[in-house]
């Protein structure tokens, strides 16, 4: 039990840093270029990786970690950054949310995993406080921006179930796993990004030390704890642990932008904590008591 409360409060270093992209993403990178950014996120980090694991994959891995990239990375990342720069960071965020419910109904056809009610009922729960922590009565609702965040949701909930069904290589860490992924997403975002965007004209001091924070930490740390925790968590319980990413970019919401939160936001913050804390938690075995003859 010890162990697995540490590997979990250490995979949930993953969410909690994904959670600072949507203020790094408005503050401090170039506008108009949601491909160029998930392929500065992607690529680099992911070539840093296989150079310092020097490990490719074999046999059938190759197409396995074609299909992961593309879903953890290729797709996800355009998605997320779409989605951030067309909707508030609040309402890109709640949309991302619904991944933990995605999951669950996905483990059930793909996984030999039966459907937890209790789990998919405290998805729900986390979803509603997430959408009292970060929707206001401000919030916009671009089509664009809603179809990329529930399209991101279903893509990385797509591609975690999978990873919990392949496992990953004996023998081979989290490091150079998370490297091929990240290498894989980034070749696919290259020639869009690179064809339909190409380079923002304009890449400043802030713009740089954002696009090193997402692919340092946002890249290629936090996908390597996540990887590492999804091979041994419970695939439903560790997609909950999401619910950090909204509430930590609403915690930077009030303390960058100096928003501050109302009572109804306060209440949706402990729903979420709590969603996120009761999905980590196997329930209580029933016991029978004997019968006396």
Known sequence: MTNRTALTAVT???PAVWGTTYVVTTELLAP????????????????????????LPRGAWWWKTAVLGALNIGLFFPLLFLAAERLPGGVAATLGA???????????VLLPERLSLRRLVWGVVGVLGVGLVVLGPAAAFDPVGIVAGLAGAAVMGTGVVLTARWGRPEGVGAISFAGWQLTV????????????????SRIDAPAVAGYLWLGLLGGLLAYTLWFNGLRTLPVTATA???????????????????????????VGFVLALAARGAGQTAPRARTRKGLSS
Do not use: D, K
């Open 12 to 14: 949930a270093v993953a």
């Open 32 to 55: 108009g270029h949601p491909l160029f950014a998930a392929l500065v996120r992607a690529l680099p980090a992911g070539v840093l990786a296989l150079l310092l694991s020097r490990t």
């Open 98 to 108: 619904t991944q933990p419910i995605i999951v669950a109904l996905l483990a059930v």
């Open 185 to 200: 997403g980034g070749l696919i975002l290259s020639v869009p990004a690179l064809l339909i965007e190409g380079v923002p």
């Open 240 to 266: 909950l642990l999401g619910l950090l990413s909204p509430l930590v970019a609403a915690a930077l919401g009030v303390l960058v932008a100096g928003e501050t939160l109302s009572a109804p936001q306060l």
